[in-house]
């Protein structure tokens, strides 16, 4: 079998779990897409392999940029402080492995709320201040992931270009 064909399906299964890894943010997801995108491109080369890459990552960069500005300023909207986005990291990790999984997205809401709740005093302030930076995250992680897709399509466009035209 061809190394080209093989990384190319590593690349793929890379690139899919890069994807995945936006929604669910376990792995480092946007960042592994460029790395594949980055990889294919070295294997492949030639002007293909490189356009691919290029334009994969402005995607890329874009999606991680139009996450973190969505997320950011929704959050300053609402004076939502880090230390509560940092109380829901926290117990989202505790919470991936006691609950695996969807341990991660109930710790994240739980630890926000709490924070939340100890900055409020307030039940009522607390849930709707977090329950607004977790419909700003929700939202950041769209913008992200199809930003991610445009990526992935242009890999995948890439491929069929490439391999057609060998």
Known sequence: MDAQIVWTVICGLAI??????????????????????????????GPVGWVVFGVGAVFVAAGMLSS???????????????????????????????????GLLIGFAVGLFL???QRHKAFRPALESSGAALKATGLGMVAEFGFASLAAGTWAAGVVVYFVGR
């Open 16 to 45: 899919v779990v890069g994807a995945v890894g936006v929604i669910i943010p376990v792995l480092p997801g946007s960042l592994l897409i460029a790395g594949s995108l980055l990889a294919w491109a070295l294997v492949v080369g």
């Open 68 to 102: 973190a500005v969505l997320t950011g300023r929704a959050m300053k909207a609402r004076k939502i402080p880090g230390r509560s986005v940092v109380a829901g990291l926290v117990l989202g990790i505790v919470g991936f492995f006691v609950i695996p999984v969807v």
């Open 115 to 117: 924070s939340e709740l």
